[in-house]
């Protein structure tokens, strides 16, 4: 038996969401593949995820110098560690975004900053960073209303890049995209494109 963490960040309804619309699809052909899977979903946007603020920077301060973390502290800490221990625990990540202002939704960093803890999903060498998840396979469902697939449009392009990025330097390199594009430049064809986006995210369903 998996675990299949599934974090997504969208404030939309589904049937408003192409990403959330092909992820439903992901999810419900791999739950009937894997029966006994446990799955876990996570809306970032219904999620209290704290930011890496004052708190949390001397808290980790204290953690390292054996202090006492005051209340606040310990909560916002907490949070944060019981976000990377799910993380940890997990054997395959689904990550759905939409792509906003060429990047991701700004919860959706607040979610990251919680995976990447030096000591826990990576440590560094005198020859840089390695990455300590290994043997987990990922895929990232993505949607933009614009095209990002070639030049120039592809230099712009900062979320499907970052994630799979991230993960990779967490130490997971077996990774899939699975994007929606182009639906706001050419309205007439957006249902094609997102009927042909749902069949991909079908088809790697049965073998994820
Ligand atoms: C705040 C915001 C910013 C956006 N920025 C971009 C952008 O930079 N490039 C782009 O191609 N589409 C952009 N879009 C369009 C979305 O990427 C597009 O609607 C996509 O389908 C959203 O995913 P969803 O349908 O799963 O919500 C933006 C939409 C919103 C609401």
Same mark, same amino acid.
């Given at each position: ?13 589904? %049937? ?45 301060? %204290? ?15 907490? %949070? ?28 959706? %960093? ?99």
């Amino acid at each position: 038996m998996s675990v299949l963490l599934c974090v997504k960040a969208n404030p939309k309804p589904v %049937k408003e969401s192409k990403s959330l619309t092909m992820a439903e699809e992901f999810l419900r052909v791999y739950r009937e593949k894997n029966p006994l899977d446990r799955i876990i979903e996570r809306n970032v946007y219904e999620e209290t995820i704290p930011l890496v603020d004052a708190d949390v920077l001397k808290g980790w301060d %204290k953690l390292q110098r054996q202090e006492e973390l005051n209340y606040v502290e310990k909560e916002k800490v907490g %949070k944060i560690n019981a976000f990377t221990e799910e993380f940890l625990a997990a054997d395959k990540y689904v990550f759905v975004t939409p792509m906003w202002n060429l990047s991701l939704p700004p919860l959706m %960093k607040a979610y990251l900053d919680t995976i990447v803890v030096a000591g826990k999903t990576f440590y560094y060498t005198e020859q840089g960073p390695v990455g300590m998840v290994k043997g987990k396979k990922a895929v990232h469902i993505h949607a933009r209303g614009g095209f990002y697939n070639q030049p120039p449009m592809d230099q712009l392009e900062f979320a499907d890049r970052y994630i799979r990025a991230l993960l990779n330097f967490l130490g997971v390199t077996d990774i899939h995209s699975l994007i929606c594009e182009g639906h706001e430049y050419l309205p007439d064809r957006a249902e094609a494109f997102l009927q042909e986006a749902v069949a991909r995210a079908k088809e790697l369903a049965t073998e994820f």
